[in-house]
């Protein structure tokens, strides 16, 4: 029971560093295999992140370099001369004296080029950077190029510590998060180091240099451009990319539906949770309790069922989650019962 609450805060990272984890991967049997099988059914929003690290420690293996035939037959026989002189022996002797030798030489000099291209693979393994967020918990990160994310609680995203010219400015988000994104483009010609590019589960978002907002939770990517444009694309095959402009806000769900509405109000409240404020359009008591389950790791039970319905319009402070359900209990007029990880809410 205590794995299994652990691994439901796992990240990428935390997988691929687990001695349980590691030997399923490589030496799975019926035990290993009914865990993790029962385990990913009862966690579906993990299976990116395990299918990810399932796909890392199956791919790594040791890359032997391999010198050039000349370079090697010349240490070959430099190694041969300084570890024993060339005798003068009878031809059939010598020859066997010689390939036994080639065999001692070979026998230091295969381990020896396998651990010096471990060592390089290492060096050219990228390092990967993966910071997460407690349940209530709110942090600023400053990027390799000076772009800022603000994680929101119970977030999570991983990106490699040094970004070069050559390749993409990348992270993988699970959560929430606002970017404000440095423009790197002054010539209108897009070289591959400015383009700034996030995965989420369904989406892969490309931007410039833009402030927006992602929210990925119970398997749909909400998406709200503040400023700039935004270039999306989508996991599903055939499905059209998308260019946002300011105000807009995309919906996409597991199956890629997309729903797409532009209001720059909206769009900009979409992160008042970076100032600890929920604000959301007429919100349903339903869509404000999921909001609070996913940033404060409690459930909300609901004794009638038209307690979903109700609607509360204004800002509710998040401080802390005694300030929204006291926001929400005098406004409403319903109480809160706490029992443990689950809260009872019923009319006074």
Same mark, same amino acid.
């Given at each position: ?14 997988? +691929? ?79 066997? +004296? ?8 070979? &026998? ?39 772009? !800022? ?7 999570? !995203? ?22 404000? !994104? ?21 989406? !892969? ?61 909206? &769009? ?9 404020? +929920?604000? +959301? ?24 069922? =038209? ?15 005694? =300030? ?25």
């Amino acid at each position: 029971m205590k794995k299994t609450e652990k691994y439901r805060q796992y990240v990428l990272g935390d997988f +691929l560093d687990d001695n349980y984890f590691q030997d399923w991967i490589r030496k799975p049997d019926e035990e290993k295999n009914a865990f993790w099988e029962k385990w990913l059914q009862d966690n579906p929003d993990k299976k990116k992140e395990i299918g990810l690290a399932r796909e890392i420690l199956l791919n790594i293996d040791f890359k032997i370099s391999r010198p050039d035939p000349l370079k090697v037959e010349t240490s070959l026989n430099q190694a041969l001369a300084t570890i024993e002189g060339l005798e003068q022996k009878p031809a059939r002797s010598r020859g066997l +004296l010689i390939m036994a030798r080639r065999w001692r030489v070979a &026998a230091v000099l295969i381990p020896l080029l396998m651990i010096t291209s471990l060592f390089f693979w290492w060096l050219k393994t990228p390092e990967l950077r993966a910071i997460k967020t407690g349940y209530g918990k709110i942090s600023r990160l400053v990027l390799p190029d000076s772009s !800022v994310v603000v994680l929101n609680a119970n977030s999570s !995203v991983k990106y490699e510590k040094k970004w070069n010219r050559d390749a993409p400015r990348e992270l993988w988000l699970n959560g929430e998060a606002f970017f404000d !994104v440095k423009h790197l483009d002054s010539d209108h010609k897009i070289e591959n180091h400015e383009r700034f590019i996030v995965h989420t589960e369904n989406t !892969v978002v490309e931007v410039l240099g833009t402030s927006f907002d992602i929210r990925e939770r119970r398997g749909r990517t909400e998406i709200a451009l503040q400023k700039g444009a935004i270039h999306v694309l989508f996991s599903k095959a055939g499905r059209q990319p998308v260019i946002m402009k300011p105000g807009d806000i995309l919906l996409v769900d597991s199956a890629n539906v997309i729903h797409r509405t532009s209001n720059i109000e909206h &769009a900009l409240n979409a992160s008042s949770w970076k100032e600890k404020k +929920l604000v +959301l359009s007429d919100p349903t008591l339903s869509e404000i309790f999921k909001y609070l389950e996913d940033t404060y790791g409690k459930s909300f039970i609901l004794e009638d069922p =038209d307690l979903a319905r109700k609607r509360l319009n204004g800002p509710i402070l998040i401080d802390s989650l005694d =300030d929204a359900l006291f926001v929400m209990s005098t406004a409403l007029n319903i109480s809160f019962t706490n029992e443990g990880d689950s809260i009872r809410v019923n009319f006074k």
